[in-house]
Each structure stands twice: as C-alpha cells, then as structure tokens.
C-alpha cells in the first residue's frame, strides 16, 4: 500500500511560482509512473504531467499537457522518494486542486491510477 501526500499549494500572482511535492510513504516510487493531475470546479480531472517508466530504456521520461509546456516542471528524487512539480509562469486558468498519482491503471494521462494523494490547492490571482 502506498500513501502520497502533496504539498506546496497556496495563493500566487500570476507569473509567479509554486514547487508542489507528493512524497510516498509505504513504498519506494522505485520504477512507478506517477502523473500530476489537476481539478477546478466544475471540471474534470485533467492531466499536468507525468514522469513515465519507459522499461526499453531502464529511464523515466516525461510529458506534459500542451497547456502547461514550458512552464511546468516534473521531476523525481528517488533518495526522498518524492516527486516535484515547478510551476513557473501561473495564469489564473492554472487555479486548481492538484493531485499526484502513482501507478496508472492504463494509459498515464487518463486520471485512472491506483494511489492518489488527497490534493493540494493552487489559487492564482490575476
């Protein structure tokens, strides 16, 4: 069983910064994909980022959605067993409840993981 918890979510400017982090307890994240995903109300949860175990290439590859490329920043440290996301260049449309995902039941942007974090708010305002 692994349990994620994120953090790093607040109230910011637009073009300011956040560092959100979902650390993993229970389990190493080792080899698991993990997926950054976000909510706003009203909407649906919608895919961020996702650091991806590409198994040919023993290595993680990344992908972000087209809205949040070159602004967006995932990363992984195994040793603290947490995943990063920078977000640089906030736009109000970036307001959202983010939640973190480890090992994805299918494809990686599809919100369908089997751990979830319980979610950190992001509020940009303009």
């Known amino acids: 069983q692994v349990q994620l918890v994120e953090s790093g979510g607040g109230l910011v400017q637009a073009v300011g910064s956040l560092t959100l982090s979902c650390a993993a307890s229970g389990r190493t994240f080792g080899t698991s994909t993990v997926g950054w995903f976000r909510q706003a109300p009203g909407k649906e949860r919608e895919f961020v980022a996702a650091?991806?175990?590409?198994?040919?290439?023993?290595?993680?590859?990344?992908s972000y959605a087209d809205s949040v490329k070159g602004r967006f920043t995932i990363s992984m440290d195994n040793a603290k067993n947490t995943v990063w996301l920078l977000l640089n260049g906030l736009k109000f449309e970036d307001t959202a409840v983010y939640y973190c995902?480890?090992?994805?039941?299918?494809?990686?942007?599809?919100?369908?993981?089997?751990?979830w974090g319980q979610g950190t708010q992001v509020t940009v305002s303009s």
């Open positions: 995902g480890a090992d994805p039941q299918g494809r990686y942007h599809l919100p369908k993981y089997h751990y």
């Open positions: 650091s991806i175990w590409w198994g040919p290439t023993t290595s993680f590859v990344t």
